[in-house]
């Protein structure tokens, strides 16, 4: 697997500019293959791929992924620090461009592994972890957390968690900019009741100014992206980005300067069918797990939504991908 070559000279300063978050059943290496048509540039993440699946589990199932995806980022979740060791070393070994501990996830199921926003409570324990991560790797070891846990409001304990963290090794933090609270609320709750505060991740970056502080929450425009890359080293986007992805076709030239991506709607289809064969005749992968992902694609557009249905009907399940695409394409235009 090799690495994107034109990326290894970014600054490490412009490496975070904009990410498309890590979400659980979400950002597979089909929705990463399929975003990565969109954009050259904005660095990627995998879901939160726990360390008992790795030293337990089936490895290439969870880390297997296609070098079109390069920037990639591992996204792991665990609180021992030889486990997270060794499995940055894995990351590493199967060609990750940066190994993401996970410090933010607020569910339950998350909890009760003693991971997640309750480490926050604990950073002495994510310093040794990243430690262990940073001694195992030569890539970048990055923490993803959230402002604070609970109902607390205090600036003091999300600096105070970053200053210890950051001794460790750690040189980017990606914020997720509300509070996560540990009990009362869903995972989904929990992405829009606890009040956003950027001014906190801001401050951060003040009192921070040698590391990379990447802000993420509530992003759904482009000008909200450039407010915040003016004061942060980047911006994560999550549920907007997987749920409206063409906005993704206009980032390498709005952020980085560069020509915007040649696909055209259709084309970015074409080569979706193109990946469905492949991953069919190498793999045995259906489809609609593939298809799934691209079901945004068409949002605002006339006959979108009949688009859509095509594209999500199970009782086509059992067709080729090229006609369920003719049966798509057909019914958008008789729209």
């Not at 990463?32 to 995998?46: D, G, K, S």
């Not at 992405?191 to 590391?211: D, I, W």
């Not at 802000?215 to 999550?238: C, F, K, P, W, Y």
């Not at 059992?318 to 235009?333: D, F, I, S, T, Y």
Request: with cysteine.
């Amino acid at each position: 697997m090799e690495k994107n070559k034109t990326l290894e000279h970014r600054p490490l300063s412009q490496a975070w500019r904009l990410c498309v978050a890590p979400m659980m059943d979400w950002t597979d290496r089909h929705c990463r293959y399929f975003h990565r048509l969109l954009t050259r540039h904005a660095r990627l993440y995998t879901e939160m791929v726990t360390t008992g699946a790795l030293l337990h589990g089936d490895v290439a199932r969870h880390l297997r992924f296609d070098a079109e995806e390069h920037p990639l980022a591992l996204q792991l979740g665990g609180s021992e620090p030889a486990d997270l060791g060794r499995c940055a070393s894995l990351g590493e070994q199967w060609g990750y461009d940066e190994i993401n501990l996970n410090c933010g996830c607020p569910s339950e199921r998350v909890q009760k592994g003693a991971f997640g926003a309750c480490l926050m409570a604990e950073p002495a324990l994510v310093a040794n972890c990243v430690k262990a991560m940073v001694d195992a790797v030569s890539v970048p070891v990055t923490v993803k957390h959230r402002i604070g846990i609970d109902r607390g409001e205090s600036y003091e304990f999300m600096r105070d968690f970053v200053g210890t963290v950051a001794q460790a090794g750690c040189n980017t933090f990606i914020v997720h900019a509300r509070n996560a609270w540990l009990k009362g609320l869903s995972p989904k709750e929990n992405r829009e009741v606890p009040p956003l505060r950027y001014g906190y991740v801001h401050r951060l970056k003040q009192e921070f100014p040698h590391l990379s502080i990447v802000g993420n929450g509530g992003i759904t425009r482009s000008e909200q992206v450039h407010e915040q890359l003016a004061l942060l080293d980047g911006v994560m986007i999550g549920r907007e980005a997987y749920h409206k992805p063409w906005w993704l076709a206009c980032w390498d030239e709005a952020f980085y300067g560069q020509a915007a991506s040649p696909h055209s709607r259709e084309a970015v289809e074409e080569a979706m069918l193109d990946y469905m064969d492949l991953q069919a005749s190498s793999h045995g992968t259906p489809w609609y797990v593939i298809a799934r992902h691209m079901l945004g694609l068409r949002h605002g557009l006339p006959g979108a939504r009949l688009w859509r249905q095509v594209w999500s009907d199970h009782r086509l399940k059992a067709l080729p991908a090229r006609e369920v695409w003719q049966l798509a394409h057909g019914m958008q235009k008789a729209a």
